[in-house]
C-alpha cells in the first residue's frame, strides 16, 4: 500500500503515541520525520556525495549495467531448527536478487547506468561511488519508465548503491526489503589477489514470531520492528546463514544443508568487499583465526588503496557504508567471518572460509564474485562468461560490455 507524506506522518505519529505514551518521543520523531518528507523540497536535490578527489580521468573504458526494479517472493532463510520451513519474504528488488548486482569497474572508467522500473511502485538509485546529484542519483522512476544516466569512477575503493525510493520518501523500507548493491572501482595500482563481495544487511518482517518458531506465511516490511531496530534476520549476500553449513562440533546444529563456503589458498592474499546497506546497524566485521588490514580510501596518489588498519581484530562498518578488506588465511583449516555483535550471529551474520590446496581461481560460490581489475566485464550475470574465459585463456575484446 502507498501512502502520501502526509498519511505517513500521520500514521508514524499514531504509531508512537500507541507503543510509547510518550508525547516528548512523538515530537522527536515527528521532527526527524518531517524533515525526511521535506528535505527534497528544502535543498533542491537529495543527497551528493563528497570526496577529496574530483578531478575526472581521461582515457577509461565505457561499461553499461541496466537496474531492473520490481517487487517479489525470495528466499532469506534457509529451513533449519531456527527458522524451520525457511522464511520467505515480500521484497524489493534490483534485478530480481537481494543484493542488487556487484559491479565492477577501473579507477576512470565510465559507467552507462539505465534503471528500468517494472514494479509496482517508485523505484530509483542512488550511487556513493558518483559524485554530484546528476551522477550519483537517478531521481524518481515512475513504473513503467526508464532512466539513463552515467558516471565516472574517480576515486577507487568499495562503494554502496540503493534505492533513493521518491526523493527519499520511503527510503528506509525500500533499503529494508533488500534495494541494495555493490560497486567496485579498481584503483590503478592494485595488487592481485582473490576478491570477493559480501553485503550484510537486515529484515524486519511482520510475519516472523522469533526464532524456532515457523514463520507464518510470506512477510512484509514491518515499521514497529524498524523503528525499534530489532531485525528478524541479518543476512549475507540475501539469505541468512546463506554461506554458514553448521556451527557445534560436539552438539551441532545445521543451519544450512546447501550452503557453500568460500574457499581459497594458504597463504593468498585475499581481497573482500564487505558492504552494510544496514539500514540501522552496523557490522562488526571479524575473521575468528584471522587478522584484518583495512584498505579504505586511496593513497596520496590516489591510484592504489589507502592503509587504514593493519593486522587489526575487528572492523567498525557502519550503515550506508563499504570496505576493502584484505587478509591471508596463513594455515589449512575453516575460518568463520562473523559480525560479532552475537545477536546477529544468531540471526545469520556468518560465513565460512576454508582454506585448501583444492581452491581455485574461479570458485566464487553464487553472489560473490566482483569482475577483475583490467576485465571487460560488469558483474552480475557474467559469472559464468568469466570462469569461461579465465579457465580458456581468452578474453573479450569489446570495450562497451552490459550487463542485464
Known amino acids: 500500500m502507498i501512502y502520501s507524506c502526509k498519511t505517513f506522518y500521520i500514521r508514524v505519529i499514531v504509531f508512537c503515541l500507541m507503543k510509547t505514551k510518550s508525547i516528548l518521543t512523538c515530537f522527536l520523531t515527528s521532527i526527524l520525520i518531517a524533515g525526511f518528507a521535506f528535505y527534497p523540497f528544502v535543498v533542491g536535490n537529495p543527497?551528493?556525495?563528497?570526496?577529496?578527489?574530483?578531478?575526472?580521468?581521461?582515457g577509461g573504458k565505457t561499461k553499461q549495467v541496466t537496474l531492473i526494479t520490481n517487487e517479489t517472493v525470495v528466499q532469506v532463510a534457509p529451513d533449519n531448527a531456527l527458522h524451520p520451513g525457511g522464511v520467505a519474504y515480500n521484497a524489493y528488488t534490483f534485478n530480481g536478487t537481494i543484493p542488487g548486482p556487484t559491479i565492477g569497474i577501473d579507477q576512470g572508467d565510465n559507467l552507462t547506468v539505465t534503471l528500468?522500473?517494472?514494479?509496482?511502485?517508485?523505484?530509483?538509485?542512488?550511487?556513493?561511488?558518483?559524485?554530484?546529484?546528476?551522477?550519483?542519483?537517478?531521481?524518481?522512476?515512475?513504473?513503467?519508465?526508464?532512466?539513463?544516466?552515467w558516471l565516472q569512477g574517480v576515486n577507487a575503493g568499495s562503494w554502496l548503491y540503493h534505492c533513493g525510493a521518491d526523493g527519499l520518501n520511503g527510503v528506509w523500507e525500500h533499503i529494508a526489503n533488500g534495494m541494495y548493491g555493490t560497486?567496485?572501482?579498481?584503483?590503478?595500482?592494485?595488487?592481485?589477489?582473490?576478491?570477493?563481495?559480501?553485503?550484510?544487511?537486515?529484515?524486519?518482517?511482520?510475519?516472523?514470531?522469533g526464532v524456532f518458531n515457523e514463520v507464518n506465511g510470506t512477510g512484509s516490511f514491518d515499521i514497529g520492528k524498524f523503528l525499534n531496530q530489532n531485525p528478524d534476520l541479518m543476512l549475507t549476500n540475501g539469505m541468512s546463514f546463506k554461506y554458514a553449513p553448521s556451527v557445534g562440533t560436539v552438539s551441532k546444529l545445521d543451519l544450512n544443508p546447501n550452503a557453500t563456503v568460500f574457499t581459497v589458498k594458504p597463504g593468498e592474499l585475499t581481497r573482500w568487499y564487505?558492504?552494510?546497506?544496514?539500514p540501522n546497524d552496523g557490522v562488526a566485521f571479524h575473521f575468528i583465526s584471522g587478522q584484518l588490514d583495512v584498505?579504505?580510501?586511496?593513497?596520496?596518489?590516489?591510484?592504489?588503496?589507502?592503509?587504514?588498519?593493519?593486522?587489526?581484530?575487528?572492523?567498525?562498518?557502519?550503515?550506508?557504508?563499504?570496505?576493502?578488506?584484505?587478509?591471508?588465511?596463513?594455515?589449512?583449516?575453516?575460518y568463520v567471518a562473523v559480525d560479532h555483535n552475537m545477536a546477529d550471529v544468531v540471526k545469520g551474520a556468518a560465513f565460512a572460509v576454508l582454506a585448501t590446496e583444492n581452491a581455485t581461481a574461479t570458485d566464487h560460490p553464487e553472489g560473490s564474485w566482483v569482475p577483475p581489475q583490467g576485465s571487460e566485464f560488469s558483474g552480475g550475470s557474467q559469472q559464468a562468461q568469466w570462469v569461461s574465459s579465465t579457465e580458456s585463456g581468452g578474453g573479450t575484446n569489446s570495450t562497451d560490455t552490459q550487463i542485464g
Open 274 to 278: 564487505i558492504t552494510n546497506p544496514g
Open 295 to 334: 584498505r579504505d580510501g586511496f593513497n596520496a596518489a590516489t591510484n592504489s588503496y589507502g592503509v587504514v588498519n593493519m593486522n587489526d581484530e575487528t572492523w567498525w562498518i557502519p550503515p550506508g557504508s563499504s570496505s576493502v578488506i584484505e587478509t591471508v588465511f596463513p594455515d589449512e583449516g575453516v
Open 47 to 58: 543527497q551528493s556525495t563528497q570526496a577529496f578527489n574530483t578531478d575526472v580521468i581521461p
Open 183 to 209: 560497486i567496485v572501482v579498481h584503483p590503478q595500482n592494485e595488487e592481485p589477489a582473490k576478491e570477493f563481495s559480501v553485503v550484510f544487511s537486515e529484515i524486519y518482517n511482520n510475519a516472523d514470531p
Open 116 to 149: 528500468t522500473n517494472e514494479g509496482k511502485l517508485i523505484h530509483s538509485y542512488d550511487f556513493h561511488a558518483g559524485l554530484g546529484p546528476k551522477k550519483a542519483l537517478s531521481g524518481s522512476v515512475q513504473p513503467g519508465e526508464t532512466k539513463t544516466s
